[in-house]
């Protein structure tokens, strides 16, 4: 079974930084793309950043060049660097991950994506 855990959320003032992490676990063939959204009260989740596994990364508008996406293809984990945060970055991040659990999967173009928990990040002052 597949799982991705998200954490490194928290209380920050505005212009602070935070560094989330999401660590895929259990048994799966490949890890393809990797991303993180977020969803604000009120609000529909959306894109942040995602990253392919050739480490080609895109952005939010209203991230770039504050947040950085990264991963450690050999830790099965991607991060988000945020800096200098607002208080519109205020929301639930979650991780999401498209998996290939076997060759066959990979074969037939049938990989999956699975999603964490979310992690809260607060910006206030």
């Known amino acids: 079974q597949v799982q991705l855990v998200e954490s490194g959320g928290g209380l920050v003032q505005p212009g602070g930084s935070l560094r989330l992490s999401c660590a895929a676990s259990g048994s799966f063939f490949r890890i393809n793309d990797m991303g993180w959204y977020r969803q604000a009260p009120g609000k529909e989740r959306e894109l942040v950043a995602d990253?392919?596994?050739?480490?080609?990364?895109n952005y939010a508008d209203s991230v770039k060049g504050r947040f950085t996406i990264s991963r450690d293809n050999a830790k099965n984990t991607a991060y988000l660097q945020m800096k200098n945060l607002k208080l519109e970055d205020t929301a639930i991040y979650f991780c999401?991950?498209?998996?290939?659990?076997?060759?066959?999967?990979?074969?037939?173009?049938?990989?999956?994506?699975?999603w964490g928990q979310g992690t809260q990040v607060t910006v206030t002052v």
């Open positions: 999401k991950a498209h998996i290939a659990r076997d060759a066959i999967e990979v074969f037939y173009h049938t990989s999956q994506d699975y």
């Open positions: 990253i392919t596994s050739g480490s080609s990364t």
